[in-house]
């Protein structure tokens, strides 16, 4: 039985309530409107269809691969071999109670902080204009220098590779920069509860305002990237680096190393997956060459990589 067969696609519809589909293009699912299919797509209705998903793919051997809204992945052009699983609309809510903030994996991280916002609660606005889902946000510790998702999360409920439900502290995600213990897999984040602070609305809205218009000063707008590609190495700015190296504005195929901010790669509308990673593979040689420091990716690649590992 292959990954993709119609057998095993009619046996998983049969069992959850979501959405599955075989072949389904990646480019359709990420912020840089490119990368392969999956052999396998899942969109789960509900927290009971990913444990179903996750017991049957385990039973029948198949690896499974979770995403949000897909801000922050590179998917090979190779597409991926497995299951993807996309918390989506269905995971999407987002709840107050006194101080505190619940949502789903599946909401997006602004429209949470604006929610939080509106009930005059502070300590999600140092992650303006950052993209992505709840979900993502968790494992990658989305946010900026004014303060990160991890500052502030103080449950983080997650569905493991056996199937069970298991909510977890902080100290048990293990937050770091950019990161957390949840990027090593086996586990997919479903719910988050953050605890917050009282505020005015008004001081929240003006600080707001303030960060997406320098956000929109300093960063590209409208296009199609992932964000920043590489981390800040220490106390150092990968962008300045990257300019500093002579990397700033450099091309390969249809990808685009950001004339407004060097650690966004652009794709210009016909970059192909592995346009990007050449070019992020030569901006990191370059850098490097001249500053002796190898940049980490920040952004998650996913998928068959056998053209370039």
């Known amino acids: 039985m292959t990954v993709s067969s119609a057998t095993l696609i009619e046996e998983l519809r049969g069992k959850i309530k979501g959405i599955v589909k075989a072949n389904e293009p990646m480019s359709r699912h990420t912020s840089y409107c490119i990368g392969g299919p999956a052999d396998l797509y899942a969109e789960p209705a509900d927290i009971e269809d990913i444990v179903t998903l996750l017991v049957e793919s385990n039973r029948l051997g198949i690896p499974w691969y979770p995403i949000g809204d897909g801000q922050n992945l590179l998917v090979s052009d190779h597409g991926i071999r497995g299951m993807v699983i996309r918390l989506g609309k269905p995971l999407g809510y987002i709840k107050v109670d006194g101080?505190?903030?619940?949502?789903?994996?599946?909401?997006?991280?602004?429209?949470?902080?604006?929610?939080?916002?509106?009930?005059?609660?502070?300590?999600?606005?140092g992650c303006t204009g950052v993209p992505g889902s709840i979900g993502g946000a968790i494992v990658m510790n989305?946010?900026?220098k004014y303060g990160y998702v991890g500052d502030v999360t103080r449950r983080v409920r997650v569905v493991n590779s056996d199937g069970s439900v298991q909510d977890l502290t902080p100290e048990e995600v293990g937050f770091?920069?950019?990161?957390?213990?949840?990027?090593?897999?086996?586990?997919?984040?479903?719910e988050a509860e953050f605890e917050l602070k009282p505020g005015s609305k008004e001081d929240l809205i003006s600080m707001v305002d303030r960060l997406k218009r320098r956000r929109n000063m300093t960063q590209p707008s409208a296009t199609k990237s992932a964000g920043c590609v590489f981390k800040n190495p220490d106390d150092l700015h990968?962008?300045?680096m990257i300019?500093?190296?002579?990397?700033?504005?450099?091309?390969?195929?249809?990808?685009?190393?950001?004339?407004?901010?060097?650690?966004?790669?652009i794709n210009t509308g016909n970059a192909c997956a592995s346009d990007v990673r050449a070019l992020a593979e030569r901006t990191r040689e370059m850098v490097h060459d001249k500053f002796g420091i190898m940049l980490d990716y920040e952004v998650k690649l996913l998928g068959d990589w056998q053209d370039v590992d």
Do not use: C, F, P, W
């Not at 939080?116 to 300590?123: D, F, K, Q, V």
């Not at 770091?176 to 479903?190: A, E, F, W």
């Not at 190296?245 to 249809?254: C, L, P, Q, S, V």
């Open 99 to 125: 101080v505190r903030v619940i949502a789903g994996a599946g909401a997006k991280l602004t429209k949470t902080m604006d929610v939080a916002m509106r009930h005059s609660l502070a300590g999600l606005e």
């Open 243 to 265: 300019d500093g190296a002579g990397a700033k504005g450099m091309r390969i195929g249809g990808a685009e190393v950001s004339t407004k901010h060097a650690n966004y790669l």
């Open 176 to 190: 770091t920069y950019r990161g957390s213990g949840l990027q090593s897999g086996g586990r997919i984040v479903v």
């Open 238 to 240: 990968a962008s300045r």
């Open 142 to 144: 989305a946010g900026t």
